[in-house]
Structures are given as structure tokens and as C-alpha cells.
């Protein structure tokens, strides 16, 4: 049996329920299905987010995420990957990803899942800048994320 993989980019919001939907349609038998939505969070060091503003190079970065979840395929028993990462102006708590993952067994969904978005923060090839009331400024992955990312012993 073949593992599904999804990806897009796109400027509109994500439907959760038509996502799903997408997912338990390619897994017909998964007895897990685990997603992630990430939304624009307020909070920093300094004063609130209004939007984020993400840039992307067109095909690049599609073949990175497509390359991210062929990793996890890899390395977890799926039945079906799909991720979905917004740009353009995402405004404070709007959601600005979907991670979505497959499996007959829940461990390999949510470890896959969570392994896709952990390299999504640090390796995908998106350019952020935070939107704020005092101006603009990039953001770069956070140790934090780094840290996340490093944990997985998967060569690329």
C-alpha cells in the first residue's frame, strides 16, 4: 500500500473538516488520525503581534515540504501525510498551518506529525516578518525550535 502525501501553499485559511475528511478518505483503514493547526500567537518578548507576513520562492518551497513529509513516510508506518502552510498577511490568531498525519497505530501519527512540524519551524523555506504597531521585523527559528528539530536522528 502507497502512503499519500499532500502538500500546499497558499494565501487562503485552512478547513480542518475538509482536511480530515481528505485524510480519512486516502486511510480508509488508519486507526489513527492526528492534526496540528498552528495559529498566529500574540505574545513576544516585546509588544503584541498583529500579523505575520510570510514570503516563500515558488516550487522550492513546495519540494521542501513534500521532502519533509517523504521523511516522515520514511521513518513512521503511514497511510497518508498532508501539510498545508499559509502566506502572505496572516493576522493574530488566524491559523497559519496545518499538519495533518495517518496511521494505523496512533504512536507513528503523532510522532510523524509532530516530527513534520518541528522541521516546518526550522527547515522549510518560508521568510517571516512580524507585523507590529512600532514597525516590522524578521523572525528567525528560536533555540527552542532548533532544539526541537535536533532531536530527531534522521539523516537528509
Known sequence: MSTHISVAVQQQDVSIAEEYDQLRGQSADAG????FSGCVRADTDSEPVEALLLEHYPGMTEMSLQDIAQQAVEQWQLQAVRVV???GRIARGEQIVF???AARHRRDAF???EFVMDYLKTRAPFWKKAVY???ERWVEAHEKDLSAAARWQ???
Not at 489513527?32 to 492534526?35: C, S
Open 85 to 87: 502552510h499559509r502566506v
Open 111 to 113: 510522532a510523524a506529525a
Open 133 to 135: 504597531a512600532s514597525g
Open 99 to 101: 499538519v495533518g498525519t
Open 32 to 35: 489513527a488520525v492526528v492534526f
Open 154 to 156: 534522521i539523516s537528509n
